[in-house]
């Protein structure tokens, strides 16, 4: 339901659509409909939710419950012009916090405290590790599964050290297609950083 509405909708401040109908059937809309819509996704799977805001930001976005967890997920700031993105999925209370102030007085600060279903801890993308083989091996796990988005979040210690690396392409490639099987290669690339939440994002661009 993420990926359907960070894929299918677009962001469009200058038409101010703030409800769930227009985006998604008409495809647009800001974050109070992109919010609204995915509530209403989740409401129709038996997905209890709720909605959070930051007043600083003039910003609102979701939260879940997952097993009995609570996860943040701004599908708004997911929706890349040019890419689909995880940054913002699942997200404890400390994490999501890295790239906003939320109102006082909600009680999603509280609640929000776990990380076992964040996307790149459940799809084994958080790297704790300067050893640059072990990061070449997450990319190729990657580009095996047919990837065209390479998506990894770092320790915030190993965040320079990884874009250093990442930013040598010949390096990278050299390193990652030596861990491909059946003529794979990982190609040139597109990097993207976002460093206040320590995460690198690699669009291909064969």
């Not at 300067?130 to 065209?148: C, D, F, K």
């Not at 993207?192 to 064969?206: F, M, P, Q, T, V």
């Amino acid at each position: 339901l993420h990926d359907y509405l960070a894929t299918h909708a677009q962001y469009d401040e200058t038409l101010q659509i703030r409800d769930a109908y227009t985006i998604l059937v008409k495809g647009t809309g800001v974050c109070q409909a992109y919010t609204l819509a995915y509530r209403l996704l989740l409401n129709r799977v038996n997905i209890t939710s709720g909605t959070v805001t930051s007043t600083a930001l003039n910003h609102i976005w979701n939260i879940l419950l997952i097993d009995g967890n609570w996860y943040h997920v701004d599908v708004t700031w997911d929706d890349s012009e040019d890419m689909l993105r995880h940054n913002y999925f699942n997200l404890s209370t400390e994490l999501i916090e890295l790239s906003r102030e939320i109102t006082p007085g909600q009680s999603a600060a509280a609640v929000c405290k776990d990380t076992a279903d964040n996307f790149y801890i459940r799809s084994g993308t958080y790297i704790d590790t300067y050893q640059r083989r072990l990061i070449a091996a997450s990319i190729a796990a990657q580009v095996e599964q047919g990837a065209t988005v390479i998506e990894l979040r770092f320790a915030p210690d190993k965040y320079d050290n990884a874009l250093l690396f990442l930013k040598n392409g010949k390096l990278t490639a050299q390193m990652v297609n030596t861990q491909l099987t059946d003529g794979k290669t990982l190609g040139e690339y597109t990097l993207y950083g976002e460093a206040d939440e320590s995460i690198l994002s690699i669009k291909r661009k064969n």
